[in-house]
């Protein structure tokens, strides 16, 4: 072995890494494209996909409507034979067992079947919160059916089903029959509100009558309903004078009751251990109750205050309507609490709570306060218009009719919906593209002073690596002189 000299060794290692020097590819990469480029490369590409997509809307609009009026005829045919056949079994069971049930069956006269499934899905509601109780809740917490608890959730049950029933089926009112509703020429002097822009009293042309102070025309029902609150697809009927009450108490007595299990079975699964199956149905139960008692306490505050104001949803709404113009909405009705409340749930205050009586008056003329005796109120039913101001033939009600339904369907047909679609599609990818070259510019931004940084600080580093060597070079030096 020879020892080699210290000058030799740089010179070899310096050979040793040319020759394991890495081989670099001679090919050369792509240009970087810009981001305006590359986003319309990405537009080009995804053109065909949006064309064809397109079409596919286009062609499952066309298909799809002729599927759902097939679905509209064989509904309506299913409806109308369950109809016959529950005339006819009623009819029947009448025939044989004495009992005069033609009031409570459902004839041609009737409403049809499809406008009863709310009231079928309200009742399916009421029967699974109170399986609920009597068979998942009572079992579980080892309550008896003549228990304190079972028996107050029994009541308010009970007075839960009376008001709705006492809502569906009481008539709301209308106007009465009377030859002094009927002739155009000369309204009653009961009637005090005007139509909005002019000083006559509200006509109704589809019922040829006078419409009593806050009456409306109910267009599901078909004619002028008194002291109109709303329709209620809910209930099969609409809320008006003589059922508001009702209405009100079944909103009142479906909140307690609701709350009432949804607290129970809550303190239930807090403070006991159940087996798998009942603990799934009471989270059920508890799921069920939350979400009604989130939809009906609101709705049921809201009608509180206004029985407390006594009004009515089409007044609330009407106090809104009002232009920048006119005079801010004085409601005349507003007597006082306790006789608005009595307005609406009866002169005694001992039945108020119970689905019986009826509200003060004759559902025509209102008690007001202290103000002028023609009061404007606004009312832009088509149906208010006095026929001796609007004159026209049947042709110009059908063109009427005709250019509402324009302007509520806002589509023709298939073809004008996928234009629409296709014109909006291409908005999207633009304000897409314009969103891509920003965020592009500003990762931009943010990488180059990310890398400013990495440069500076490394400098830094470097600066005080060389400080540091110096430092101690003079320190080294300083030690050999000494």
Same mark, same amino acid.
Not at 221 to 239: A, I, K, Q
Not at 339 to 344: E, F, L, P, Q
């Given at each position: 072995k020879t020892l080699v000299p210290l000058e030799d060794q740089p010179q070899v290692l310096a050979d040793n890494s040319d020759i394991m020097a890495p081989i670099l590819s001679k090919e050369r990469l792509p240009p970087k494209m810009r981001p305006e480029d590359a986003a319309k490369v990405v537009a080009q590409k995804a053109r065909p996909f949006l064309d064809s997509f397109l079409k596919l809307v286009e062609v499952s609009i066309q298909t799809g409507g002729v599927v759902v009026d097939e679905a509209k005829l064989a509904a309506s045919h299913f409806g109308s034979l369950v109809d016959k056949c529950m005339h006819g079994s009623a009819k029947l069971l009448q025939a044989l067992c004495c009992i005069d049930l033609d009031k409570f069956t459902r004839g041609p006269e009737k409403p049809a079947l499809q406008s009863q499934l709310p009231v079928i899905f309200v009742l399916g509601l009421l029967a699974m919160l109170y399986s609920a109780f009597v068979f998942a809740y009572m079992p579980a917490a080892g309550l008896s059916l003549n228990s304190p608890e079972s028996l107050l959730f029994h009541a308010f049950v009970f007075l839960t089903l009376a008001s709705f029933a006492q809502a *569906?089926?009481?008539?709301?009112?209308?106007?009465?029959?009377?030859?002094?509703?009927?002739?155009?020429?000369?309204?009653?002097?009961?009637?005090?509100?005007?139509?909005?822009?002019?000083?006559? $009293?509200?006509?109704?042309?589809?019922?040829? *009558?006078?419409?009593?102070?806050? @009456? &409306?025309?109910?267009? *599901?029902?078909?004619?002028?309903?008194?002291?109109?609150?709303? &329709?209620?697809?809910?209930?099969? /009927?609409?809320?008006?004078? @003589? /059922?508001?009450? =009702?209405?009100?108490?079944?909103?009142? =007595?479906? /909140?307690?009751?609701?709350?009432?299990?949804?607290?129970?079975?809550?303190?239930?699964?807090?403070?006991?251990?159940?087996? *798998?199956?009942?603990?799934?149905?009471?989270?059920?139960?508890?799921?069920?109750?939350?979400?009604?008692?989130?939809?009906?306490?609101?709705?049921?505050?809201? &009608?509180?205050?206004?029985?407390?104001?006594?009004?009515?949803?089409?007044?609330?709404?009407?106090?809104?309507?009002?232009?920048?113009?006119?005079?801010?909405?004085?409601?005349? =009705?507003?007597?006082?609490?306790?006789? /608005?409340?009595? $307005?609406?749930?009866?002169?005694?205050p001992l039945v108020w709570w119970a689905p019986v009586g009826g509200p003060v008056g004759d559902g025509i003329s209102f008690p007001r306060k202290g103000i002028p005796e023609h009061y404007v109120l606004s009312d832009e039913d088509p149906e208010a218009a006095h026929p001796a101001s609007e004159e026209g033939s049947d042709a110009d009600s059908v063109e009427v009719k005709q250019e509402s339904m324009c302007n509520f369907f806002v589509w023709v047909d298939a073809a004008e919906f996928t234009d629409d679609l296709k014109v909006g599609c291409e908005v999207i990818l633009e304000s897409a593209e314009d969103a891509a070259l920003t965020a592009w510019r500003i990762l931009s931004e943010c990488r180059g002073r990310r890398v400013r940084r990495r440069r500076k600080g490394s400098l830094d580093v470097q600066e005080k690596v060389e400080s540091g060597s110096d430092s101690a070079k003079s320190e080294g030096e300083a030690f050999l002189c000494v």
């Open positions: *569906a089926r009481t008539d709301p009112g209308s106007v009465p029959c009377g030859p002094e509703w009927r002739d155009p020429n000369r309204p009653p002097r009961c009637v005090h509100e005007q139509k909005r822009f002019s000083d006559e $009293a509200r006509w109704c042309r589809k019922s040829q *009558a006078f419409k009593p102070d806050r @009456a &409306h025309f109910c267009r *599901a029902m078909g004619r002028v309903v008194l002291r109109m609150d709303h &329709h209620c697809p809910w209930l099969g /009927n609409t809320v008006g004078w @003589a /059922n508001h009450k =009702y209405f009100y108490l079944f909103l009142a =007595y479906t /909140n307690i009751a609701c709350g009432m299990l949804g607290l129970n079975v809550l303190d239930l699964l807090v403070h006991a251990t159940l087996p *798998a199956l009942t603990t799934f149905l009471l989270i059920g139960t508890e799921a069920l109750t939350f979400l009604l008692s989130s939809i009906l306490v609101p709705f049921f505050l809201f &009608h509180s205050w206004l029985v407390i104001r006594n009004m009515t949803t089409i007044e609330f709404c009407a106090s809104f309507a009002r232009g920048p113009d006119e005079k801010p909405y004085d409601n005349p =009705y507003d007597v006082g609490i306790y006789r /608005n409340v009595c $307005a609406v749930l009866g002169s005694s």
